[in-house]
Nanobody
């Protein structure tokens, strides 16, 4: 049984930072692309970032334009964990953040339908 469990959300002031974690179990973690999405009230779920391991110390990362330069995605394969470091947070970053996993068969990193497994989400609230 695959489980993705997010943690690290909370309330932060604009300009602050948070680090989200997602612990995976029940899947060959290193073989999966890991992504982060967010969903604000009344809006569709949107891509934030994704990371693919290509062997050794080679990782490929992908970001939504809205978070480039502010957010950093990383992964620790031995710990089955993916992280999202969020800096310079803005009120518009307020949303539920979801961790997701997809196989490496396609390059649709920003497409929610490409991800097979999802976590329950963690709330991030940025006050102005």
């Amino acid at each position: 049984q695959v489980q993705l469990v997010e943690s690290g959300g909370g309330l932060v002031q604009a300009g602050g930072s948070l680090r989200l974690s997602c612990q995976a179990s029940g899947l060959p973690f290193s073989n999966y692309v890991m992504g982060w999405f967010h969903q604000a009230p009344g809006k569709e779920r949107e891509f934030v970032a994704a990371i693919r391991w290509s062997g050794g110390n080679t990782y490929y990362t992908y970001y939504a334009d809205s978070v480039k330069g502010r957010f950093t995605i990383s992964r620790h394969n031995a710990k089955n964990t993916v992280y999202l470091q969020m800096n310079s947070l803005k009120p518009e970053d307020t949303a539920v953040y979801y961790c997701a996993a997809k196989s490496m068969g396609s390059d649709n990193y920003s497409y929610t339908g490409a991800y097979r497994y999802w976590g329950q989400g963690t709330q991030v609230t940025v006050s102005s």
